[in-house]
């Protein structure tokens, strides 16, 4: 069974920093592709960050780009999120997601590329 556990969100000041972690088990492709997506209140879900599983491409949003690092331990198959220089617009429900398949990487801002979704970790940006 595929599992996708996110953890490290958490209520942080303005300014601040946090790193989202995302551990993946029972996956038996090596070379996966993870993205993290987050979805605030009101809204719908959108792309933040991605990293292609054969080569490490990282492909970020606008939104992030900048103060967001991607990257991921294949030993501990974990995938991380780096945030930094937090703002009160980055309060949102962060998911982690995988992909057995290689795309382009305009691809994987797409939702419908991946096949597993973890239950996501909730990030709060306080002013």
């Known amino acids: 069974e595929v599992q996708l556990q996110a953890s490290g969100g958490g209520l942080v000041q303005a300014g601040g920093s946090l790193r989202l972690s995302c551990v993946v088990s029972?996956?038996?492709?090596?070379?996966?592709?993870i993205g993290w997506f987050r979805q605030a209140p009101g809204k719908e879900r959108e792309f933040v960050a991605a990293?292609?599983?054969?080569?490490?491409?990282?492909r970020y949003a606008d939104a992030v780009r900048g103060r967001s690092t991607i990257s991921r331990d294949k030993a501990k198959t974990t995938a991380y999120l780096q945030m930094n220089n937090l703002r009160p617009q980055d309060t949102a429900v962060y998911y982690c997601?995988?992909?057995?398949?290689?795309?382009?990487?305009?691809?994987?801002?797409?939702?419908?590329?991946?096949?597993?979704w973890g239950q996501g970790t909730l990030v709060t940006v306080s002013s």
């Open positions: 029972g996956f038996t492709f090596d070379d996966y592709g």
């Open positions: 990293i292609r599983g054969n080569d490490g491409h990282t």
């Open positions: 997601a995988v992909t057995p398949r290689s795309y382009n990487t305009g691809s994987y801002s797409r939702d419908d590329i991946y096949d597993y």
